[in-house]
Every structure is written in structure tokens, then in C-alpha cells.
């Protein structure tokens, strides 16, 4: 059961509802989307064609295993080239400034 599934079956059993099977479908695509928000996923590098196509900072998963994350990509495509160190990399998602009251 993947985990949006598990919260909304405990969603149910807390507020003591039962959500009708044809709805659920779409509650759940929604968690998940809602969730992708704030987590992204590792992207996995096979090719060039899978590399950042933006200047973004980013997390990297080198191929021995340690995590590392790059502040310009531009600057430090090093990392990607010529060896391929990155097996993968995550967009690392910039926090919004706090709202002034």
C-alpha cells in the first residue's frame, strides 16, 4: 500500500468517515502531487540527456555512495564530467521567506 493510501485509510478510521472507492482514486493522485511539491525524487542519470537543463541548486548521490549537494550547476558540472561521479540528482526546493504578520 503506498504511503498516500495508508494516510487516508487513517484519515478514515480517525474521523470515523468512509470515502466512497470511486473517489479515492483521485484523493490519493492529489496527496502524492501535493506531496512531490516538497520532496522531490531522485532523477536518475543514464545519458546527457537526463542532466539539469536549468542552474538550479541540487543534490547529488555520487556513485560511492556519498550525497553532496551543488550550488551552481554550471559551476560545478565537474561533478557530472568527464567521470560521471552523480549517479543521480534532486532539485533542492528553496523555502519561501516567512510572511510578515
Given amino acids: 500500500m503506498k504511503k ?30 501535493y506531496a512531490s511539491q516538497f520532496q522531490p525524487e531522485w532523477i536518475k542519470i543514464e545519458s546527457e540527456e537526463d542532466l539539469p537543463k536549468d542552474s538550479s541548486n541540487y543534490w547529488i548521490f555520487r556513485s560511492d555512495g556519498r550525497v553532496s549537494s551543488i550550488d551552481h550547476y554550471e559551476a560545478d558540472k565537474k561533478y557530472f564530467f568527464p567521470d560521471l561521479t552523480a549517479s543521480h540528482y534532486m532539485p533542492i526546493i528553496k523555502p519561501e521567506p516567512p510572511k510578515e504578520d
Avoid at 4 to 31: G, Q
Wanted: proline share 7%.
Fill in 4 to 33: 498516500a493510501e495508508e494516510i487516508l485509510k487513517s484519515m478514515e478510521d480517525e474521523l470515523r468517515i468512509t470515502i466512497p472507492d470511486y473517489i479515492k482514486p483521485n484523493i490519493v493522485d492529489a496527496m502524492e502531487k
